[in-house]
């Protein structure tokens, strides 16, 4: 699904080189729900923009579904992070000008899908997440956990084979940060593949699998298998 | 991809901005179609065709302070000496200088005074038979003055009975196209048309009576004076810089003034209409470029407020045009609104200014190629902005900023 082999991450600035990823290699399994943990500045917003090909890398190889993403240009990628990626944002990054129906269509009107087919989709989301009755609300009438599920909506309509979270909890209550993740693994139970960084040790022992980065490579790698609550006991 | 109905939704949740920069494009098609309209007009009242080769042509004045001169002797010498300077085509005392602002009018009817008929106001032109050969005008039907039947006189106790007009005065007063040989009045003295000439304008070039002008055989030689003189092609400034030292040799008790080519003459007189023309031009240009910059400026003010969303919407999947596309609609839909309201503003301003400064109406052509001045000035304007927009990276979206 996602292989990543020796990518380097290298931000230059006239004084400085920074290395944000170092030779990380990772090998994502379709179907795996991944948590990304790390202490700050550890490079796994970097890792997790590379995934999302939101910047490209400095060297290596990243194929994503058998395509070689460090071959492609710059529509080629918004095309493929279109079709395949779902991108969750810890701060929702809702269109405060869009109603909850028109933000959760953006991605589907990139991808040139008819507005018959969107409203299907557009809709069997919001039921999904729960919000169907506030489909014409504006984001910033929501309560931030509601956002988050507006955005996880958003995130689905493409049918995404992978999606990626960025603190998808971050920014909510411990209660609005359950139901989150409880929605998340509903849609993984569903088959989709998730990537999530967080920083939340609790929420990445849910996660079946973790992998840990530190100084821009993997340091740590634990797998926890089956039940989380066995996960918080190993 | 079409983004209109999500564009115009976001437009209308925050529409404080595209309300003032709408209002803007608004007023500046307003403003810009009538002063377009305005400066068409003035530049076709100052290109009109005059009937004069200006450039051959200057006129002067003579003012006597002499207590014992001859006028109507002093006259003929003058015109005398004036057309035996090498390189003069001829020369003429008159009463009024064409183009110039100043000179006499008067009503001639078809029947004199008292009885009902059709009359047309008209310029007068009183010379000597050299009136039209100094003009450079021709006769088109009949013929010139004869030397015999001018007269120079000093007083109005008699007046000419013949007269030449010109073709338009003609066609005014004789739409059957007959009036050689027949009479006009002014007031109850009777002219024969001998003459039709070709165009000629009179001394004001703004009034309706600019094409009517009557010439009339007489010569009224006083103090105050004015010739008009036609030299060859090429040979004006060498005989202008004659007139001042021969006058005053045939009479040193004057003054010689005013020595101006026709042009200077008409210059003078559309001096206020070039000015009005320019200060529109430079409002035209101030306006449009300050609703180029308007759209600029918001559109950067956008970007920068939605650096965040462009980032966004990239990660989303939006490729670069998309994001350039929606700039460019959102600017050409604020730009559409204000173009309508604009054509409405600028008929209603169009009316405003023909009932208050006598213009003529507004045709619907300026309107329409201003409004589409605009919106492609809109356009170039949002290209830079929302090319920089595009550029932004899909990473911002996960930064917090």
Redesign the interface.
Known sequence: MLTMNKINKIYQTDMVQTHALRDFDLQVNEGEFIAVTGPSGSGK?TF??IA????PFSSGQYLLDGVDVGRLN??QC??L???KIG?I???F?L?????LY?NI???L????IKAAERKRRVEQRLEQVGLASRAKH?PQQLSGGQQQRVAIA?ALA?EPRFLLA?EPTGNLDSLMARQVMELLEQINREGATIVMVTHDSELARRAPRNIQVVDGQLADFTLYQGNPAAAVGA | MSELKPIFNALRRSKVGAILLLLQIAITTAIVSNSTFIINEKIAYLDQPTGYSEQDIFSFEVMSFGKDTNFKLQAELDEQALRQIPGVVDAVMIDSVPLSGSGFASTFRLRPTGEKSKGVNASMFQGDEHVLNTFGVKVLEGRNFYQSEIMVTDNYEQYPNIALITKVMADTLFPDGDALGKSIYRGDFPLKIIGITDMMKGPWLSSERKDRSVILPFVMARKLTQFMVRTEPGRRTEVMQQIEPLMLQLDSKRVVENIQGLEQVKDGFVAPDKLTMRMLLVMVVVLTLITALGIFGLTMFNINKRTKQVGTRRALGARKSHIINYFLVESVMICIGGLVLGAVLAVLLGQQLMQHYSIAKLPLLYVGLTALGVLLISVCSVIGPAQRAANISPSVATRTI
Not at chain 1, 109 to 112: A, D, H, I, P, S
């Open positions: 917003t997790l923009n999302g090909m939101l910047e710059d529509n918004a095309d992070r279109n079709q991108y944002f810890q701060g990054n269109i405060p000008d869009l109603n028109e269509e953006v991605p009107r990139y991808r040139g504006l958003r493409g960025d």
